[in-house]
């Protein structure tokens, strides 16, 4: 039963949902544009690759909340600075991320399971990490619930794969209902910057060894 779960009614239930939530939201997702054009400037949307599943690469699609401020060298501020009160506000809310529902349609993602993350960071998983790539990459998942950013990257990395290993659809149910009430009281949860917090995994783990 969970492989048939696994396997085909996860991805029939990533349609349909993310298929009515792109419909449902479009007059959100319209204004969010609208906002985004005319206070960060353009591209509305911004694309970065990440690994999915198989590591395989993809272009993850979310609002952009930080403007192209340079310095005289031409070069980029750092985020810190360019992420403005209502990019802020976009990342508060998680409505950066609703261009992400186009991904889970597409089938790149999943509406739940490991957050994709920079392809950089492959060579640094462990062999017990790299679980996260026998499943595709989710709009949310066991570590958003569990502290998002504020946890570190060894706990996270652990949840991702605990996610994996206990995978259900009463698991994924849970989830997906402990992340509407996450957004939905999130306050101060979601870090300025995530690097901020957590730190780039990659340098961490570059430095460790």
């Known amino acids: 039963m969970k492989y048939i779960y696994r396997r085909i009614v996860k991805r029939i239930i990533d349609i349909v949902l993310s298929g009515l939530a792109l419909i449902v939201l479009s007059p959100v997702l319209a204004v969010v544009a609208i906002l985004v054009k005319t206070r960060l400037g353009s591209p509305v949307i911004f694309h970065q690759e990440r690994p999915g599943y198989k590591e395989k690469i993809f272009t993850l699609c979310k609002f952009r909340t930080m403007t192209d401020e340079r310095d005289e060298n031409g070069e980029l501020l750092p985020d810190s600075v360019r992420l403005t009160k209502f990019g802020l506000f976009l990342r508060k809310t998680s409505l950066d991320e609703l261009p992400e529902l186009w991904n889970i349609f597409k089938g790149d993602m999943s509406l739940v399971g490991p957050r994709p993350l920079l392809v950089s960071y492959l060579p640094w998983y462990t062999e017990r990490e790299k679980l996260r790539h026998t499943v595709k990459p989710g709009l949310t998942g066991l570590a958003q619930v569990r502290g998002r ?22 698991l994924d149910f849970w989830i ?7 957004v939905l009281g999130s306050g101060d949860e979601v870090a300025e910057v995530t690097d901020d917090v957590e730190g780039n995994l990659a340098e961490i783990r570059s430095a460790n060894n």
């Open 176 to 182: 997906l209902v402990e992340t509407v009430k996450t």
């Open 149 to 170: 950013n504020f946890i570190d990257w060894n706990r996270r990395l652990e949840l991702d794969a605990r996610y994996v290993e206990h995978m259900s659809a009463g």
